[in-house]
Structures are given as structure tokens and as C-alpha cells.
Nanobody
Framework: VQLQASGGGLVQAGGSLRLSCAAS????????MGWFRQAPGKQRELVAA???????NYADSVKGRFTISRDNAKNTVYLQMNSLKPEDTAVYYC??????????????????WGQGTLVTVSS
């Protein structure tokens, strides 16, 4: 599965953005997917994940503000980000994951991260 993330941009604190991740290939619906982010000087972290059966998990830092969803007919996974904070500033990536109920134990299936999409939240 090849992935292309888009939808990033500059937004003021408190604002919203919706990221999209378009996937190629006919097996998208069988893949669990995740949104990751990497801020300058920090390690990449998992923000949210969604299983093939639409189960979800979230990092504590985004619970109640971000929502992950998927549209298998469009081979796309989304990340709706509301109430954005300056600390959400990062490059956001999507990738397939080994989904677990716990966000902590959910891991990417590969190291192919692509270019990602930059989200900048101004204060």
C-alpha cells in the first residue's frame, strides 16, 4: 500500500484542520491505519489509529480533540483535528499499523514514511 498524506497548513490555536491519507491498492480495507506526528527535535509518536473493523485508539494528548476515521470506498483515512494547540505543531504521517486496543502498543508495520504533511499551529 502506498500512502499520500495531505491537508496540513497554518492555523491559529483553537482552530481545526482535517488531514487526509490516500492509499493505493485494493487491500486498503484490510489494513489498520495510523496517524503519527514528529515535532522538531522529538521522536515520532502515534497520534491515533483505526483498525480494519473501525476500532480506534488515541494518544492521551489528543483525546477529545482529534478523531480518526476511514472511508474504504475512497481508500482514505482522515484525521479531524479540533481545538488545535501550538504543541500540535509537527509533520504528520500516515502508515499502516499493527493495531492494539492500547495506543501505547500499536506499532507501524514498516518504516516507509513518505513526505508527510506539515501542521503549524500559531499561538
Amino acid at each position: 500500500v502506498q500512502l499520500q498524506a495531505s491537508g496540513g497548513g497554518l492555523v491559529q490555536a483553537g482552530g481545526s484542520l482535517r488531514l487526509s491519507c490516500a492509499a493505493s491498492g485494493s487491500t486498503f480495507s484490510s489494513h489498520s491505519m495510523g496517524w503519527f506526528r514528529q515535532a522538531p527535535g522529538k521522536q515520532r509518536e502515534l497520534v491515533a489509529a483505526i483498525s480494519s473493523g473501525a476500532g480506534t485508539n488515541y494518544a492521551d494528548s489528543v483525546k477529545g480533540r482529534f478523531t480518526i476515521s476511514r472511508d474504504n470506498a475512497k481508500n482514505t483515512v482522515y484525521l479531524q483535528m479540533n481545538s488545535l494547540k501550538p504543541e500540535d505543531t509537527a509533520v504528520y504521517y500516515c502508515n499502516s499499523v499493527y493495531f492494539r486496543a492500547s495506543n501505547y502498543y500499536t506499532r507501524p508495520t514498516n518504516d516507509d514514511w513518505g513526505q508527510g504533511t506539515l501542521v503549524t499551529v500559531s499561538s
